[in-house]
């Protein structure tokens, strides 16, 4: 397992904060009070472990297959429907969508081989992930994917309440290998993935998804 680099300002800086915390607190506070220190050290770790296990990235064999898509991340999917695409499609796709917990991995990984066709970022709302409406008004970005096969896979990453910064590392015309990370969300999110109706969707409301490992939906010969 490593630390991904979206993570060293923050984790610096909330190391940096504990510590300045703390010697306040053992110099005007606690300094006779070995229990309350004691305490205030535990509660510090334990801060900090939760900030550092966010921003950790497994080491896990990725899936390669040039008829399946895979979980652009780690969490759970809330939505499985046919729906209207508007933006890039204008027809109907299969919605599937991933929601992410704080305590998911939070790395985005290119869901199928092929080249960027589109990308758009779009500032806007901090709706509640799970929001229906979260997918179309909240800060989000949208990549379309082409694939050799010329089958074109639409997903977005949506911000939620709490997550404030999408990074993201394509750009349109970009060759990118499935598996391969795309982006990161910070601190809870959603992702949304768009495929065409033929496709077979192998998983179901509930499961519980590996970036860059679970099988999505698988298209025919």
């Known amino acids: 397992m490593r630390l991904h680099r979206e993570g060293n300002t923050i984790m610096l800086t909330t190391a940096l904060a504990l510590l300045v915390i703390n010697g306040l607190a053992y ?7 070995t229990t309350a220190l004691v305490l205030m050290g535990v509660t510090s770790l334990i801060l900090f472990g939760l900030v550092v296990q966010f921003f950790r990235v497994p080491n896990r064999p990725l899936t ?40 998911n991995v939070h790395v985005n990984r290119n869901p199928v081989t092929g080249i960027v066709k589109y990308f758009r970022y779009y500032p806007g709302k901090y709706l509640v992930a799970w929001h229906p409406k979260s ?17 074109q896979v639409l997903f977005r990453q949506i911000a939620g309440a709490v997550a404030r910064r999408i990074v993201w590392y ?11 990370e795309m982006g990161f969300i910070k601190f809870g999110s959603r992702v949304d993935v768009f495929v ?4 077979e969707v192998k998983v179901k409301i509930g499961d519980k998804m590996k970036g860059g490992v679970t099988v999505l939906a698988e298209f025919s010969e």
């Open 27 to 33: 110099y005007f506070l606690f300094s006779e009070n």
């Open 64 to 103: 390669l297959h040039d008829r399946q898509v895979v979980a652009p991340a780690d969490g759970t999917v809330v939505v499985i429907e046919e729906i209207e695409e508007t933006e890039y499609f204008k027809d109907r796709r299969r919605q599937i969508s991933i929601f992410m917990s704080p305590l």
């Open 135 to 151: 997918s179309t008004e909240n800060e989000r970005t949208t990549v379309v994917l082409e694939m050799k096969s010329g089958v």
């Open 170 to 180: 394509v750009k349109e015309e970009q060759p990118v290998e499935q598996g391969s």
């Open 196 to 199: 065409p109706l033929d496709a």
